[in-house]
Each structure stands twice: as structure tokens, then as C-alpha cells.
């Protein structure tokens, strides 16, 4: 515990003296930036909350990531239900749609040269997001509907969904997600 507040004191000063922009841009340094990756399934969430306590202030990072699969940490696909996160900068008013249309976009240049790759096909649209109490529904339309069910590939391509809608919503809105469903022009899609 100890330790933790003398790093946090250490990361704030840096954001202080060095002028970052943002406290993530001032922990790149410690906790990695845009290359920084983690394994996380349905089950395994990840924050890194730091805190001050007292009469000092509390600061709480927030991560934004999107969810791809990786051949350097999977090179034979053989996990199909696990993706890797990669992050990003910036949030924006509507972070699950933007971070989905991000995911859609698919892996940048850098990213692929690391090994990241998309299961979901091309031309793949979100229509619309829709948020309710603890669930979330993505209508798509395009190429998802190519998936064939239960295969390798559709099971990760809903994985990368599932968790980049989840964890936005989780991180950026501070929403509890219990179910995220896809949906093909109105119609609930089966991976």
C-alpha cells in the first residue's frame, strides 16, 4: 500500500512537472502505452484504479481499449474465445459506438505489424447502439452475417465485440454490462 502511494506520487508529479496532456500520456512510461496488451475474456476484467486518500486528491485511470485477436500470442488460433486489447486515446461523447467503429475499422498499421488481426469481416457496419440498465445491443449490417456459427472465427469475431462494447461501457460510462447482443438488421445474430 505503501509503495502504491509513493508511486502514485511519483506518476503525479510527473504529470505535473512534465505537462502531459493527459495522466495516461504520464503513465505510458510505467504501464505501457498503445502496445501495452492483456488477455482478458468474458470473465476477466481489468482495471488499474490508483487512488489518493485523505484530503488529497482521488484519481481513478481510466483505460479505453478495443479487442483484437493476435497472432504473436496466439499464432495457431487456437484460442478462439481470447482477445488481446490494444489502446487507444480519446473517448468522445458516445465512447461503445465510437470504440466499435474503431473495432470495425479494424487493426492500424503499427498494430498489425505486431501481430494483431481482425476476425470480424470487411464492410462490416454498425447500424446502432442501444443501452439499456445493464445490456447493450449492437445492430450490424454488411459482412458480419458471412460468419459461419460456431466456427473459430465467429467466435472470436464476438468475443472482440462483446468485449470492446463492454469494457467501454464499463470504463467510460462506469455502467455495469451484464449481456451484449448483436443483432443483424434488427434481427438477433447467432456466432
Given at each position: 500500500?505503501?509503495k502504491?502511494?509513493?508511486?502514485?506520487?511519483?506518476?503525479a508529479?510527473?504529470?505535473v512537472?512534465?505537462?502531459?496532456s493527459?495522466?495516461?500520456?504520464?503513465?505510458?512510461?510505467?504501464?505501457?502505452?498503445e502496445?501495452?496488451?492483456?488477455?482478458?475474456?468474458?470473465?476477466?476484467?481489468?482495471?488499474?484504479p490508483?487512488?489518493?486518500?485523505?484530503?488529497?486528491?482521488?484519481?481513478?485511470?481510466?483505460?479505453?481499449?478495443?479487442?483484437?485477436?493476435?497472432?504473436?500470442?496466439?499464432?495457431d488460433?487456437?484460442?478462439?474465445?481470447?482477445?488481446?486489447?490494444?489502446?487507444?486515446?480519446?473517448?468522445?461523447?458516445?465512447?461503445?459506438?465510437?470504440?466499435?467503429?474503431?473495432?470495425?475499422?479494424?487493426?492500424?498499421?503499427?498494430?498489425?505489424?505486431?501481430?494483431?488481426?481482425?476476425?470480424?469481416?470487411?464492410?462490416?457496419?454498425?447500424?446502432?447502439?442501444?443501452?439499456?440498465?445493464?445490456?447493450?445491443?449492437?445492430?450490424?449490417?454488411?459482412?458480419?452475417?458471412?460468419?459461419v456459427?460456431?466456427?473459430?472465427?465467429?467466435?472470436?469475431?464476438?468475443?472482440?465485440?462483446?468485449?470492446?462494447?463492454?469494457y467501454?461501457?464499463?470504463?467510460?460510462?462506469?455502467?455495469?454490462?451484464?449481456?451484449?447482443?448483436?443483432?443483424?438488421?434488427?434481427k438477433?445474430?447467432?456466432?
Amino acid at each position: 500500500m505503501k509503495k502504491t502511494r509513493v508511486l502514485l506520487v511519483v506518476v503525479a508529479l510527473s504529470f505535473v512537472l512534465v505537462g502531459c496532456s493527459n495522466l495516461s500520456e504520464a503513465l505510458k512510461g510505467k504501464f505501457g502505452g498503445e502496445d501495452n496488451l492483456n488477455t482478458l475474456d468474458e470473465n476477466n476484467n481489468q482495471t488499474m484504479p490508483v487512488e489518493k486518500t485523505g484530503a488529497e486528491v482521488k484519481a481513478v485511470i481510466k483505460y479505453n481499449n478495443i479487442f483484437f485477436g493476435s497472432a504473436k500470442y496466439d499464432p495457431d488460433k487456437k484460442n478462439c474465445s481470447t482477445v488481446y486489447w490494444v489502446h487507444i486515446s480519446g473517448v468522445g461523447e458516445n465512447p461503445v459506438e465510437n470504440n466499435i467503429k474503431l473495432l470495425l475499422a479494424g487493426p492500424t498499421e503499427k498494430w498489425k505489424s505486431a501481430g494483431y488481426y481482425s476476425s470480424i469481416p470487411e464492410g462490416t457496419i454498425l447500424n446502432k447502439v442501444v443501452i439499456e440498465d445493464e445490456k447493450i445491443v449492437l445492430d450490424f449490417s454488411g459482412n458480419i452475417s458471412n460468419l459461419v456459427a460456431g466456427s473459430c472465427e465467429a467466435r472470436q469475431a464476438k468475443q472482440q465485440i462483446v468485449m470492446t462494447a463492454k469494457y467501454a461501457a464499463e470504463e467510460q460510462l462506469s455502467k455495469k454490462v451484464e449481456m451484449v447482443v448483436v443483432t443483424v438488421n434488427g434481427k438477433e445474430f447467432k456466432f
